[in-house]
Structures are given as structure tokens and as C-alpha cells.
């Protein structure tokens, strides 16, 4: 699991985790986090998500980080603007009005670089990474976004019968991840329809706060 996986899924277009629609839980729960319009919000290892298209079109403005150029030349295109285009150290910056994408890995970006940050939304980041990874991911970005709320989704299963990703992840982890820094409260926990990749599985959504 590593950048040339994520890489070559991109170029590969094996992007099935890509959703032909904005996610119906953020559009249920993202309003638990009472965050007023025109406030930043960060969107990690965000792709080319149409959540990006709903954020602009309901008055939000959106930063985000993705490893995958490609996927960040197919979101403006989709979204039919011209970016301007940027080198910041080892990242590289797409922005236009109210949207600034970092393309690049992640853990490069700092607090600084990044600028304030109003509320998180991860709805394909945790889930992405292997544990190890995700222990360091939850404390970076917990510190680039200065402690900001958050609205989390995260799917569980029996990691025995399904390789990640999208990976496991128990409240217990949801808890080693964030109960040191945030107030956390599950806002859902329902078995998915037509499970995960054939298997049985829930989705879980939570508040940080």
C-alpha cells in the first residue's frame, strides 16, 4: 500500500472507489458539524469526488490533498474551471476561486502551507491507509488543520475475509486515533445494503468535535 499503488489505480482508471455521486451521508450529517457557509473545509486524499462539486455549490469553499495529478486534472475539468497552476516545495497547488488542491503526498503538507482550516470532512482517507500508516495520518492531520471538527466515515468488517482497501477500522480505533483530542460521537452505524466487495459490512459515521 503504498504511492505507486495509489498511482497506478489512477492511471489505470481503477477507480471504483470513485462515486458517481456526492455521498448521501454527507449530505445527511454534514450539517451535525453546524458549520456556517462560506467556512474552509478539508477533504484528504480527496480525489476527483463530486463531495468537492457539492461543497462550491452550497456556498463552502474546499482545500484538499491528493496524491494522483491525474485525478486533480479530471476534478477541475468536471468542474469546468481553469485552475492556476503552482510549485510549492515538494507539492503542487491547483487553485481557482474558493478551491485549492495539494497534489503531492500528504505528510509534506504542513499547517502553514495548508492555511486555516474550518472542518475536516474523510470520508476515503483513513480507510485508504494500513494501520501503521494511519496512526501517523490521524496525528498529521489532526495537527495541519489545527484540531478543526470533523465528520468521519469509516467502514467495518471482518478484515480475515477482505483485504483492504477501503480497510476495517473498530470504534476502538476510531477512539486510539481521536478521543485524546476530540469529543467523539457516532451519529451511525448501519449494515451496508449490498455490502463491501461481496461481503457483509457496516458503515460508520462520526462526529469529532
Request: proline share 4%.
Amino acid at each position: 500500500m503504498d504511492r505507486d499503488f495509489w498511482l497506478s489505480r489512477w492511471k489505470e482508471n481503477n477507480i471504483a472507489f470513485h462515486e458517481s455521486e456526492a455521498n448521501p451521508l454527507l449530505l445527511k450529517y454534514f450539517k451535525e458539524l453546524s458549520i456556517p457557509k462560506d467556512s474552509r473545509i478539508f477533504l484528504p486524499l480527496c480525489g476527483k469526488t463530486l463531495d468537492i462539486a457539492w461543497f462550491l455549490s452550497n456556498g463552502y469553499r474546499v482545500a484538499g490533498a491528493e496524491l494522483a495529478e491525474m485525478a486533480i486534472q479530471q476534478l477541475f475539468q468536471e468542474l469546468g474551471i481553469e485552475p492556476k497552476i503552482s510549485k510549492l516545495g515538494k507539492l503542487i497547488l491547483f487553485s481557482a476561486k474558493g478551491i485549492d488542491i495539494f497534489v503531492g503526498d500528504i505528510f509534506d503538507l504542513s499547517k502553514e502551507v495548508l492555511g486555516p482550516v474550518d472542518a475536516v470532512y474523510d470520508r476515503a482517507a483513513l480507510v485508504a491507509l494500513p494501520y501503521e500508516i494511519r496512526l501517523r495520518y490521524s496525528a498529521h492531520l489532526t495537527q495541519i488543520t489545527n484540531k478543526a471538527p470533523q465528520l468521519l466515515i469509516t467502514f467495518e468488517y471482518d478484515q480475515t475475509k477482505l483485504a483492504g482497501p477501503p480497510f476495517s477500522i473498530s470504534t476502538e480505533e476510531v477512539n486510539l486515533h481521536y478521543k485524546n483530542t476530540f469529543t467523539i460521537k457516532n451519529l451511525l452505524s448501519q449494515e451496508m445494503e449490498s455490502g463491501l466487495k461481496g461481503h457483509s459490512a457496516k458503515e460508520n459515521v462520526w462526529k469529532l468535535s
